[in-house]
Nanobody, 120 residues
Framework: QVQLVESGGGEVQAGGSLRLACTAA?????????MGWFRQAPGKQRDMVAA???????IYSDSVKGRFTISRDNVKNTVYLQMDSLTPEDTAVYYC?????????????WGQGTQVTVSA
């Protein structure tokens, strides 16, 4: 069982930045996991925003490419999502996920989510 705790959400004006963090509590194998960030806006499905493999290969959705950056610190068991040039369309609950592979990440471990609100 992997326990994931997100932090860093909040409210920001359009054009601003936020950095989300997700820490895996007491997880000795964190470095082996694929880590991902997903988001879910009201009335919409949960979609993957970005992911990073154990080898630090990164994947981004087209909607955030060039604006968001995912990174990981295996010493701190933490994955980050730096979000720049935010727009109201980025408003959602952001979730962290962990899994052995990209293919199975939707069925892996999840955090509780953190709200990001971008005002116009």
């Amino acid at each position: 069982q992997v326990q994931l705790v997100e932090s860093g959400g909040g409210e920001v004006q359009a054009g601003g930045s936020l950095r989300l963090a997700c820490t895996a509590a007491s997880e000795r194998t964190f470095s082996t996991y694929v880590m991902g960030w997903f988001r879910q806006a009201p009335g919409k499905q949960r979609d993957m925003v970005a992911a990073i493999t154990s080898g630090r290969i990164t994947i981004y959705s087209d909607s955030v490419k060039g604006r968001f950056t995912i990174s990981r610190d295996n010493v701190k068991n933490t994955v980050y999502l730096q979000m720049d040039s935010l727009t109201p369309e980025d408003t959602a609950v952001y979730y962290c996920a962990a899994s052995a592979t990209i293919a199975t990440i939707q069925h892996g471990y999840w955090g509780q989510g953190t709200q990001v609100t971008v005002s116009a």
